[in-house]
């Protein structure tokens, strides 16, 4: 069964730096366009970030761009996402997940245009 597995998350202090990562075990993930979720307590998972199989072409919420960057090594069959300029409202669990398709979909925000997921990590940003 296809799995994916994110880390780097922990507790960081306002204005401060995480890279999270999201590797594959069973599968290569350089077929897939990989997106990035977050879902905060008591809200509904968001959209951050989405990358092409390639690497060639980025999507970003407005909430994040300018203070994440996606990117992927697909030789080391991973995918990262380097969140600086960390603010409060960033707090939330993220999430990686596989697009079935080499290009992100065009509705690359909703969470149903992906099929495999990882179980998440936890990122905090407070002082």
């Known amino acids: 069964q296809l799995q994916l597995v994110e880390s780097g998350g922990g507790l960081v202090q306002p204005g401060g730096s995480l890279r999270l990562s999201c590797a594959a075990s069973?599968?290569?993930?350089?077929?897939?366009?990989i997106g990035w979720f977050r879902q905060a307590s008591g809200k509904q998972r968001e959209g951050v970030s989405c990358?092409?199989?390639?690497?060639?072409?980025?999507n970003y919420a407005g909430s994040v761009k300018g203070r994440f960057t996606i990117s992927r090594d697909n030789a080391k069959n991973t995918v990262h996402l380097q969140m600086n300029s960390l603010k409060p409202e960033d707090t939330a669990v993220y999430y990686c997940?596989?697009?079935?398709?080499?290009?992100?979909?065009?509705?690359?925000?909703?969470?149903?245009?992906?099929?495999?997921w990882g179980q998440g990590t936890q990122v905090t940003v407070s002082s």
């Open positions: 997940a596989t697009a079935p398709r080499e290009q992100c979909p065009s509705n690359w925000v909703d969470w149903v245009e992906y099929d495999y």
């Open positions: 069973e599968f290569t993930l350089d077929s897939y366009a």
């Open positions: 990358i092409s199989s390639s690497g060639g072409s980025t």
